[in-house]
């Protein structure tokens, strides 16, 4: 299980989730203390959205040559990367009503990494949420409540998300 690390702002990182074979990879913008957030970097050399992280989940943190090698490249492609925090990375209730407040679509992701759920959170419990879902054609779904405990990771102003944003409009 993750305790700390010295991660630097800006500097790319590799999460190593428990139970999943895929990390997830990011620049590093902020800690608190029940999550990390990481402008997400799904594929290649694009940093698409946010990606936010349940440090309860992390299994390892890793910066290698891989993540030094594409800190050279977003240094040359994003040479200032700013970012305001507007989220409450120590409370996950808080973190929850910051994104509400931004409307926007999101996803994530639980235990099984196969699985994503993408929709807008609706309400904020003492220790749950309840989020209409979206199906992946753009339509409306079932609501669906999910326990804070079993989030391990969200993402959200992303492409893929942006995009079926699009079909609200």
Known sequence: MYLTTNMTKNNVYSILIEDWDEEITGVFVAEGKLWILLLDNQNDFVVDGLRFIQKSKIDEVLHEESEAFKEKIFALKYPKFTFQLNYDLDDTQKLLRNIVSTRVLIHFDTDDEEEIIVG??????????????????????????????????????????????????
């Open 120 to 169: 807008k959170i609706e309400k904020v419990f003492d220790d749950s949420f309840q989020i209409k879902t979206m199906n992946s054609t753009g339509e409306w779904a079932e609501n669906f409540n999910c326990e804070f405990s079993e989030v391990t990771s969200i993402a959200l102003d992303n492409d893929y998300l942006k995009s079926l944003t699009l079909l609200l409009n």
